[in-house]
């Protein structure tokens, strides 16, 4: 049960027992109905106190959750994002408060009604009574103000009463009047005018439960996989190249799978209302897949009220498949009696058989689904609700994703606004914040994705259906919702019905026309609906129109003229206005385009190679025109939205991964920038995004990403095309950097900035602080505090009191600690003399970015418990150049307690601006409001100087209640420095204390494994816990394991607590000249690699300098050092070196030859190591087996393991 379903329930189950609580609730309601207790009730307080208790729901919530449950803690358990519904019954309670002042307040006195006395004993006698009646009332003024004055304290108390009775009114008996139009819905939605419905609860419980039960492969929406037998087999491949999908998984799952409940936690307490219309499900199918087919007919039937569901219709056009005829007739008729089965007596297409469907069927909504898809928990009332109340309405679910692979379900987002370009392709944008009432509210949308939404059958036919002359399928979604929209209906999404949907890898079925139906389709659309905005889309692709036949449109064009339709500028007005902005109908001018040449072999340009959506590009001979190729896999355009689209399609270049030569893909086209921004960069002939540009391998004719090395022919290329005026223009011209467009709120909280430095540089400490005043909105810098850890440089003590005197006394202030205490101690100094209501923590050697410090404070005033951690850029140590790190990733360690990034997930964002949580930050740079940073205690005193602080912060936030989000439009630059110049200010390990301090107090049995690393050193003495144990008592934390599954569930696969065995481990043995081994030297404080004489013992060397590991990873990882080795670029002659391992392949993918004793580069047997014995060093030369230098042997080696190279490890990527 949720956590918040429990906190209601609770507190309404406790009143509704409770006969003094329903006594109250019936005077209270008595009184605002005859007014009887307007004289004695005053409420002026509580209407003026509301707006302070809404500020302070958590502190109502936590009141409430002690009250309904006496071993809660006080500490909100409850998630912000799971209070939405407590927050629409505040606002009703704002509105009753409101209502019954407006009563009190409009009562007129009460007064005598009499003849005027005409005697003076008369008047006389009125003027004693006026004295008395004045008397009265001031007594009766005294009691009430007696009466304020008592309930004054109570102000919030009487709020959350006045909350719990709405909560408690809204469960016992929630009802809705609706304006019901005559005869829409068959007899028991006739005939009054207005009718009262009871709302009610329709979710099946039991059968939830039943679910939450089963095991098996696939249930619970989880991925499933195939033995090591099958999988690969030729069964798998054939069944996989006739569907599109990994059919013979899906046969290995049952076809009652249970699913993940994707929906919002407040999806789970919504009622919808106690008679809703009949449906009719309408699932049509061509050759599709006995198991997924079932699927889809049996999650219908398992998660629809039985009332509600009136038949289940299946078309099947046409198919040849013989499972699909008498044993698909023979199970429908023994198992599924609501379902009917019509047949198409050849291919008549989608949309033809959908109409045929809904010819059929007799309920009064129809819903339309394909037939690869699975319902979820409560799909339909979800749909029905807003047909029920506006009949000219069609509700389109929210599409959540299974893969195609493993038949994994995973969400795709919380739901989007649906658009079009002027190619037709179907597009999806953010929610409208004024469209997101509450999580659980539809909201409209311009254009349905396609196969999935709900619509009345009177309005369906009405609207005359699909145009009948559509064919096969294609923009039948633009027509359906062109033609709602401009003939008087709506079209919405419900976020609380979700169905995952299988995308096929590709469309395994062969095309059934000999023309181009789709876009005779499109030209239909555009003839009949678009107006004047059709020759946009004709312009786009004139010849390709030119000879579409768009046939006879008399009949749909009569009924438009029948409806009285509105024009297509009123849709784009009024209906869809994003469109003229995002995608302009008229397509500004390229910075560059044609084909893309590669300068290092000019006869080969990039080319798709036909290989589809998220597979890499490559290679492959240039067309002769390079300007206008005729080969349209290689024409490209770097478009005005700052990406590289293909010209005749919807894909963009795509880079999902930042690690060195990571593959260069083909997706669609999202037009937000992030992983599909490149700058062609006319004079060094670089495509650039974010510190790496495309690179190629000549000879494996692949294209991939490095970092941008001007000196590398690889990485220089020529478009057909180039408009140099418009790329020398390109900070002014084009589509809007990301960010620049977004709104804060208007009232921030003001920041502390805390600037701990040690021995830090002149002019980086300086920039630092100037860069943070010039790049800050002024009225949110409270202050910035810069505390000196007790540095020895004499112009860090009073010639930076006198500069920070001169010119920057208002804002800035310098600590002096009087020795060095370390960064951890540093930062708790300064949060301790802040002021600021939002402390933010930065290093001394950082550069603010443009409009930095509101993205990090807007997400705090949300909720107070939110840590928000800035982008960190690179700023080059030896040129200072600022280098973008890249579009961000989730912050994680492996179980050597080292810092590592996961890639983001699907559901992790919505668009390049939005925040993402991150289990762990990257260390010094995070705002965190003052009041939650002291409620977890600040850091733990106890850690010295630096080493695991950002663990210890990290976990205790999302343990203790808390979250961790990073903005990608707050960017901060960082010196990395090559090493570190400062001694060691302690003479034992104080960084594996600190990492024992950290298991000991917050990683419960986890712990264990981050000991079994390295026994011997985490032997030290971790120091007295008992402080923190017990703040960690006093908060009621969570779990560690409940971290590791709720907050980084994908670290435990990455990294692994139990490290898989390695390939091989030991000294890198050159067998050509058998003396020589590979090792690290150290060379101007930098490691590097060479050949050096060979230690003894080669299995275990006794010189960790020639210790290495080929690990499971398929890197190879120096010993006692975080680094691997690593290849640049894979050229002849390219050197080895040592690089942080980043874990992502790449160029640190290596392979060991078992026969040949030789070590490839990456997968493909290009390159090998060679050894160059003259010089002494390790290069990289085309792999011959006639080379002796390129023969190796390593220490230990597991045999069956690296002969089954592609079988151990993770999974190579692509």
Same mark, same amino acid.
């Given at each position: 049960m949720e956590k918040g379903m429990v906190f209601a329930g609770g507190v309404v189950e406790k009143l509704k027992n409770n006969e003094v609580a329903r006594k109250l609730v019936g005077k209270m309601l008595g009184a605002m109905s005859d007014q009887r207790g307007k004289r004695s009730v005053q409420i002026d307080a509580a209407v003026t106190n509301y707006n302070t208790a809404n500020f302070q729901k958590v502190e109502i919530h936590k009141t409430l959750t002690n009250e309904a449950s006496k071993n809660r803690s006080s500490t909100c358990p409850i998630a912000q994002n799971e209070l939405n519904w407590i927050e629409t019954v505040l606002i009703a309670v704002q509105h009753a408060l409101g209502e019954m002042n407006k009563i009190i307040n409009g009562q007129k006195t009460l007064c005598l009604v009499?003849?005027?006395?005409?005697?003076?004993?008369?008047?006389?006698?009125?003027?004693?009574?006026?004295?008395?009646?004045?008397?009265?009332?001031?007594?009766?003024?005294?009691?009430?103000?007696?009466i304020i004055k008592f309930l004054y304290p109570l102000r919030y108390l009487l709020v959350i009463v006045v909350t719990v009775i709405i909560v408690l009114l809204f469960r016992q008996r929630n009802r809705l009047t609706l304006d019901m139009g005559v005869g829409h819905f068959g007899e028991h939605f006739r005939p009054q005018k207005i009718r009262v419905f009871e709302k009610i609860d329709y979710h099946n419980y039991e059968q939830m439960q039943s679910d939450l039960n089963r095991v098996g492969p696939g249930e619970q929406g989880k991925a499933a996989t195939l033995s090591p037998e099958e999988s690969g087999g030729e069964r798998q491949k054939e069944l996989y190249y006739k569907n599109g999908f990994n059919a013979l998984l899906s046969d290995k799952i049952s076809v009652n799978r249970s699913i993940a409940d994707l929906r919002h936690p407040s999806c789970k307490l919504q009622t919808y209302l106690n008679q809703l219309p009949l449906a009719s499900v309408v699932v049509p199918f061509y050759e599709e897949h006995w198991t997924t087919l079932l699927r889809t007919v049996h999650s219908v039937l398992n998660r629809s009220p039985p009332h509600l569901l009136k038949e289940v219709i299946i078309v099947d056009d046409g198919s040849t498949k013989e499972f699909l005829h008498g044993q698909l007739e023979d199970y429908v008729k023994r198992n599924l009696p609501k379902v009917k089965i019509v047949r198409q007596p050849e291919r008549t297409g989608l949309i033809k058989a959908r109409l045929a469907g809904a010819r059929v069927a007799t309920g009064e909504v129809l819903v339309f689904l394909d037939s690869h898809t699975e319902a979820g928990y409560n799909w339909l009332p979800p749909l029905l609700e807003p047909i029920?109340?506006?009949?000219?309405?069609?509700?389109?679910?929210?599409?959540?994703?299974?893969?195609?692979?493993?038949?994994?379900?995973?969400?795709?987002?919380?739901?989007?606004?649906g658009l079009f370009d002027w190619t037709f392709h179907y597009k999806r944008i953010v929610v409208k914040n004024e469209d997101r009432i509450s999580p659980t509210a539809p909201f409209p949308s311009p254009v349905m994705a396609g196969g999935l939404f709900a619509i009345g059958t009177e309005f369906f036919w009405e609207l005359g259906g699909y145009d009948e002359e559509l064919d096969i399928w294609g923009a039948e979604q633009y027509e359906i919702s062109f033609k709602i929209w401009q003939c008087g209906g709506r079209m919405l999404d419900a976020p609380c019905s979700r169905f995952g949907h299988i995308y096929r890898s590709y469309s395994p079925f062969p095309n059934s026309r000999k023309y181009d139906f789709i876009t005779r389709n499109h030209k239909r659309v555009a003839e009949i609906w678009m107006d004047e905005y059709k020759q946009y889309i004709y312009d786009r692709d004139p010849e390709r129109y030119a000879k579409a036949d768009a046939g006879d449109m008399s009949k749909m064009r009569a009924i438009r003229q029948k409806l009285q339709c509105k024009p297509f500028k009123w849709f784009l007005q009024e209906v869809a206005p994003e469109i003229i902005e995002l995608y302009p109908p008229v397509e500004p001018d390229p910075f560059a385009s044609g084909s893309i040449q590669s300068v290092a072999d000019p006869t080969h340009c990039i080319d798709t190679m036909q290989r589809g959506r998220g597979k890499p590009i490559g290679m492959y001979p240039c067309s002769n025109n390079l300007a206008v190729p005729t080969n349209r896999n290689q024409y490209f355009i770097h478009s005005w939205h700052r990406d590289i689209q293909l010209k005749y399609g919807e894909e963009c270049f795509d880079v999902p991964e930042s690690a060195p030569r990571s593959p260069v893909t083909i997706f669609t086209c999202h037009y937000h920038q992030g992983n599909q921004f490149f700058q062609y960069d006319y004079k060094t002939q670089q495509i650039k995004r974010n510190g790496l540009c495309i690179d190629s391998d000549p000879i494996a004719k692949e294209v991939f990403v490095n970092p941008c090395n001007s000196d590398s022919i690889t990485q220089r290329w020529k478009f057909g095309s180039v408009n140099l005026k418009l790329l020398k223009q390109w900070k002014t011209y084009g589509a809007k950097f990301i960010c620049h467009h977004i709104t804060y709120s208007k009232h921030l909280p003001q920041a502390s900035i805390i600037v701990p430095f040690y021995e830090e540089h002149w002019t980086t400490l300086l920039r630092t602080v100037h860069s943070v005043i010039h790049r800050t909105p002024p009225a949110l810098l409270k202050e910035i505090i810069l505390v000196d850890d007790g540095s020895l440089k004499p112009f860090l003590k009073k010639p930076l009191d006198d500069y920070v005197a001169k010119h920057l006394e208002h804002l800035v202030r310098v600590i002096h600690l009087p020795e060095r205490s370390g960064l951890i101690t540093a930062r708790l100094s300064g949060a301790k003399l802040a002021k600021g209501e939002i402390l933010l923590f930065l290093d001394s050697h950082v550069e603010a970015g443009i409009n930095w410090l509101p993205p990090l404070l807007e997400p705090i005033v949300h909720d107070y418990r939110t840590c928000v951690c800035p982008f960190i850029d690179v700023i080059k140590d030896d040129t200072f150049e600022f280098v973008p790190q890249d579009e961000g990733a989730r912050g994680a360690f492996d179980w050597n307690m080292l810092y590592k990034r996961l890639p983001l997930r699907p559901e992790d964002q919505k668009d390049p601006t939005q925040p993402f949580s991150s289990p762990v930050m990257a260390g010094g740079l995070f705002a965190i409001s003052a009041r939650f940073f002291w409620e977890l205690g600040g850091y733990d005193e106890k850690l010295e100087i630096w080493g695991a602080e950002q663990y210890e912060l990290s976990f205790k936030i999302w343990m203790c209640g808390g979250q961790m989000i990073d903005v990608p439009c707050s960017r901060v630059g960082h010196i990395y420095r090559s090493y570190s110049p400062f001694p060691n200010a302690r003479t034992y390990d104080f960084v594996a204390k600190n990492h024992k301090r950290v298991a000991e107090v917050w990683m419960d049995e986890y712990k264990q494994y981050v000991y079994d690393r390295d026994p011997i050193r985490y032997a030290i003495d971790a120091g007295d816990l008992a402080k923190m144990k017990q703040l960690r008592r006093t %908060?009621?934390? @969570?779990?560690?394991?409940?971290?590791?599954?709720?907050?980084?569930?994908? %670290?435990?696969? @990455?990294?692994?607590?139990?490290e898989p065995d390695d390939f091989a481990a030991g000294a890198i043995q050159n067998l050509a000249n058998m003396n020589l081994c590979v090792e690290v030297r150290d060379q101007s404080g930098k490691e590097h690699l060479v050949l050096a004489l060979c230690v003894n013992n080669k299995s275990t060397p006794e010189r960790t300098a020639q210790h290495f590991r080929f690990t499971w990873r398929r890197d190879l990882k120096a010993i006692g050092s975080s680094k691997c080795v690593d290849v640049p670029n894979h050229a002849v002659g390219e050197e080895l070196n040592l690089f942080d391992c980043h874990d992502q392949q790449g160029n640190q993918l290596f392979q060991y030859d078992v026969d040949t004793k030789q070590i490839?580069?990456?997968k493909d047997k290009v390159y090998c190591f060679e050894a160059d014995e003259n010089n002494r060093k390790l290069f990289i030369n085309r792999c011959s087996k006639a080379i002796e230098s390129q023969r190796w042997r390593i220490g230990q080696m597991n045999v069956e393991r690296l002969r089954n190279w592609l079988k151990y490890g993770p999974k190579l990527y692509s």
């Open positions: 009499g003849n005027h006395p005409s005697s003076h004993l008369d008047r006389v006698g009125a003027a004693m009574d006026d004295k008395l009646r004045k008397a009265r009332k001031a007594r009766l003024r005294s009691v009430i103000r007696s029920a109340e506006n009949p000219k309405t069609c509700v389109c679910p929210l599409i959540d994703v299974i893969d195609d692979q493993t038949f994994d379900l995973h969400a795709q987002d919380e739901g989007g606004r %908060l009621k934390c @969570k779990s560690f394991r409940w971290y590791m599954q709720e907050i980084a569930p994908d %670290l435990i696969d @990455k990294y692994p607590p139990v490839f580069v990456g």
